[in-house]
């Protein structure tokens, strides 16, 4: 089954489009850039291949902005979140909290609307406005929140029963509540 998955995650990644790839290869290096002993960002044992033109590989040198946090508190709850920061494994923060992400929309309507009958049914869901490099932003539900990815993946199956969710549901980190 692993093996299934990783050759569908390949594919995908193979077929992402490039505004995908890009974002995604952004957040690599930042996250690279703090790992001990890699070099620093902008240093020529810094530059990451991007492109191939023949038969040769064209390299860029890591930009600042790749040097910026992988994650900000968000300024407003209504303010769009970065993409990045709902990606798990996410930089560590003071106290992380986690959720099961029920679904998302491309409209706070029904995300609105999905979040209400959640907790209607007693359990704890909120909107998360997530913004995309692209511009895109998404309305995403979660259910739950956890001290860790583990213990909302432990609740996942009885969640998804109970609320008559995917079975699949993945974990995302919540932002920070807002100050």
Request: charged letters at 5%; aromatic letters at 4%; glycine letters at 8%.
């Amino acid at each position: 089954m692993t093996l299934v998955f990783g050759i569908v995650a390949f594919v995908a990644g193979l077929l992402a489009p490039s505004s995908f790839k890009e974002g995604v290869t952004k957040i690599a290096q930042q996250i690279s850039a703090k790992i001990p002993g890699r070099a620093a960002p902008g240093t020529a044992a810094a530059s990451t291949p991007t492109a191939t033109s023949g038969n040769t590989p064209v390299t860029t040198a890591a930009s600042t902005a790749a040097a910026a946090p992988a994650s900000a508190p968000a300024a407003a709850a209504s303010s769009p979140l970065p993409a990045a920061s709902l990606i798990l494994p996410t930089v560590a923060i003071a106290s992380p909290s986690f959720a099961l992400q029920a679904a998302q929309f491309s409209t706070a309507q029904p995300a609105s609307q999905l979040a209400s009958s959640i907790q209607a049914q007693g359990v704890t869901s909120t909107v998360v406005l997530m913004g995309e490099p692209a511009g895109n932003s998404w309305s995403v539900v979660t259910v739950g929140r956890f001290g860790s990815a583990d213990e909302a993946l432990s609740q996942r199956h009885y969640l998804s029963l109970k609320l008559g969710l995917p079975p699949n549901m993945g974990t995302i980190s919540l932002p920070p509540p807002p100050k």
